[in-house]
């Protein structure tokens, strides 16, 4: 019996864990701002919109200069020293899509830019919005396995503070204790695959 609720406990975290979406697919897609169309990349969250936006400003200021249009950002990389002398531009628009899922899109502003410049910057967009994805799937993630280590620290004392009684609390905390180390594994693998 002790070992069946366990069991399906852990499969019910297993479960819920595994809703969350940590992909780091990239795929094509258009920009319209007004009646201009850019080519760009796409990219969904399952996190909440407001949380995906204040990311992707905290981590897109640390690379360009933000012009914030009510619909859109203009985004400017200034050049490195030794490299071209004109600056990078291109447009970040952040959507709230269907069934609570954000989309982060970014797409170069090819006004003076040579074929090869463009399809330079074009991979560049599409490695930074993975990079993106990994830096904000990793700081999540890292931070529930933090808190969780936490739960487990506690219960443990709890546990152990109950170790000569044997009562339906000590098995109530070792079924909870179970459940968290089972969530506490699944929280690691999904960080293993991220990095």
């Given amino acids: ?14 479960t819920v864990v595994a809703a969350q979406n940590y992909s780091l697919d990239v795929y094509e897609s258009t920009l319209s701002i007004g009646t201009t169309h850019y080519k760009g990349f796409s990219t969904r969250f399952t996190q909440p919109y407001k949380e ?24 400017t990389v200034p050049p490195k020293k030794g490299e071209s002398n004109t600056a990078i531009q291109f447009i970040s628009v952040i959507e709230n899509g269907s069934k609570q899922q954000s989309i982060l899109t970014v797409a170069p502003i090819d006004a003076a830019l040579s074929a ?5 910057l074009r991979k560049d967009l ?8 990994i830096n904000y799937f990793t700081r999540i993630l890292q931070q529930k396995i933090d808190q969780q280590e936490k739960d487990n620290h506690k219960l443990s004392k709890e ?5 000569n009684r044997n009562s339906v609390a000590s098995e109530k905390l070792l079924q909870q204790l179970a459940q968290g180390q089972a969530h506490l594994e699944s929280l690691k693998r999904d960080l293993a695959k991220i990095k």
């Fill in 116 to 120: 090869e410049q463009l399809a330079t």
């Fill in 1 to 14: 019996m002790k070992i069946t609720s366990i069991l399906t406990l852990a499969i019910l975290w297993t």
């Fill in 52 to 75: 995906v936006k204040k990311t992707w400003w905290k981590y897109i200021r640390t690379k360009a200069h933000i012009f914030n249009n009510k619909t859109h950002y203009t985004l």
């Fill in 126 to 133: 599409q490695v930074l919005l993975v990079d993106f994805k």
């Fill in 159 to 163: 546990l152990h503070k109950q170790k």
